[in-house]
T-cell receptor, first 115, second 108 residues
Framework: EAGVAQSPRYKIIEKRQSVAFWCNPI?????LYWYQQILGQGPKLLIQ????????DSQLPKDRFSAERLKGVDSTLKIQPAKLEDSAVYLC?????????????FGPGTRLTVL | TQLLEQSPQFLSIQEGENLTVYCNSS?????LQWYRQEPGEGPVLLVT?????EVKKLKRLTFQFGDARKDSSLHITAAQPGDTGLYLC????????FGKGTRLHILP
């Protein structure tokens, strides 16, 4: 079974530029998550989708971050404009449903450096 | 605001020793999960605990959920170099939250 795919793996941009990350979840998984993991910290949930609807985006900085999951499969996370403090690893995860006991499978992440 | 505090932050021990790491909160969680994360990879789920007082074993790893569902511990028996990594706990309350992790290094 293929895992969660993310691209790019690494991205370096200058502040005020825009960037987009892509995630392809495990086939058939209804729930998709985007997390931000700053160096030395645990992942922080940014947004959770159930199929193509948003379940929780309470910690997404909506003035600069946006995410979509068209057709309930792939997802993109965009930052516009980027700030220095956005430097982090952006992790995508998926699970079969959204029950708390469902296993979340994480992708390898995209490491973003904002200069 | 719900928080999960993990301790210790760093732990370096010799192969063969036993260790326990902790995950504490003042909040109640409906479930708690432990993950291990290696450099350049996403976290991998080790276990989910749901019931207060629950104990689960995974080979040399023993996980316990506190009676009040506010805290958890991970005990490793006879640690091996392959256990090296970042151990994260995550709780589900109003939302999913992660602790900052315990970085474990097992010396051969």
């Amino acid at each position: 079974e293929a895992g969660v795919a993310q691209s790019p793996r690494y991205k370096i941009i200058e502040k005020r530029q825009s960037v987009a990350f892509w995630c392809n979840p495990i086939s058939g998984h209804a729930t998709l998550y985007w997390y931000q993991q700053i160096l030395g910290q645990g992942p922080k949930l940014l947004i959770q989708f159930q199929n193509n609807g948003v379940v929780d985006d309470s910690q997404l900085p909506k003035d600069r971050f946006s995410a979509e999951r068209l057709k309930g499969v792939d997802s993109t996370l965009k930052i516009q404009p980027a700030k220095l403090e956005d430097s982090a690893v952006y992790l995508c995860a998926s699970s079969l449903y959204q029950r708390s006991t469902d296993t979340q499978y994480f992708g390898p992440g995209t490491r973003l450096t904002v200069l | 605001t719900q928080l999960l505090e993990q301790s210790p932050q760093f732990l370096s021990i010799q192969e063969g020793e036993n260790l326990t790491v902790y995950c504490n909160s003042s909040s109640v969680f409906s479930s708690l999960q432990w993950y291990r994360q290696e450099p350049g990879e996403g976290p991998v789920l080790l276990v989910t605990v749901v019931t207060g007082g629950e104990v689960k074993k995974l080979k040399r790893l023993t996980f316990q959920f506190g009676d009040a569902r506010k805290d958890s511990s991970l005990h490793i028996t006879a640690a091996q170099p392959g256990d090296t990594g970042l151990y994260l706990c995550a709780g589900e309350g109003d939302k999913i939250i992660f602790g900052k992790g315990t970085r474990l290094h097992i010396l051969p």
